[in-house]
């Protein structure tokens, strides 16, 4: 999409890509949201886009018009980047990394969620790892967040994997109910070691140009 480059930006390693996710992608990921390939044990946290709507046209319309919403939401207190997750030529789920008052903070957060299909084969690793070589070289934060509920040991066996550190616990409810999350904290330097050589960026001059991304030495 010429007249909108940050929907060109990329993220590629030898297993996966990381694609902006156009209105095209969006179709493909819906058929997943719409089939409750989204759907895992132990559930995600209760939040805008939920899938636990049980009517599934209403879920994918929910879903859609969260994605819209976030796209166009763009500001220095507040933008986030929408990646679909491709495998193979084929959509499988979904990464995003969030910057809140970030030009001042120089911190994002990532969230993801991953096919039921395509579990437990490394692919949600092989994802953050992907998002945070995007948020460290190309973006230039100083540090990137993320939390999962106690009980959702996979996701918290990849941020301990990937370096990060505790940073204290939370609450958030899924289906209503209070549950007790992870915070995880990761700097720059303590990614450095983690860094690889064969992840690819494309298009980042874009979020440059359309994101508040320059950080206060202050």
């Avoid at 996701?155 to 990060?164: E, P, T």
Wanted: glycine share 8%; net charge negative; charged share 25%.
């Amino acid at each position: 999409m010429k007249n909108y480059p940050l929907l060109e930006v990329r993220v590629t390693t030898p297993r996966l890509e990381l694609r902006a996710t156009t209105d095209e992608l969006m179709d493909e990921l819906a058929e997943l949201v719409r089939a409750g390939k989204t759907h895992a044990e132990p559930p995600p946290y209760d939040d805008p886009i939920t899938f636990y709507e049980p009517d599934p046209e209403v879920r994918v319309a929910h879903w859609m018009r969260r994605l819209w919403l976030r796209r166009s939401s763009v500001g220095p207190n507040f933008w986030r980047l929408n990646f679909t997750v491709v495998l193979d030529g084929r959509a499988v789920g979904e990464q995003s990394v969030t910057g809140v008052h970030f030009a001042a903070l120089g911190t994002v957060t990532t969230f993801s969620w991953l096919s039921v299909d395509e579990r437990g084969r490394g692919l949600g690793h092989e994802m953050r790892a992907a998002v945070l070589h995007l948020a460290f070289d190309g973006l230039g934060a100083r540090e990137a967040g993320s939390d999962a509920f106690v009980d959702n040991a996979g996701s918290n066996a990849i941020s301990r994997d990937l370096g990060y550190e505790p940073n204290g616990v939370d609450w958030a409810t899924r289906r209503g109910e209070r549950a007790q999350l992870n915070r995880w904290r990761i700097t720059r330097a303590a990614w450095e070691p983690h860094r690889r050589d064969d992840v690819e960026l494309y298009g980042v001059d874009a979020c440059h140009t359309h994101l508040p991304l320059t950080i206060s030495d202050t």
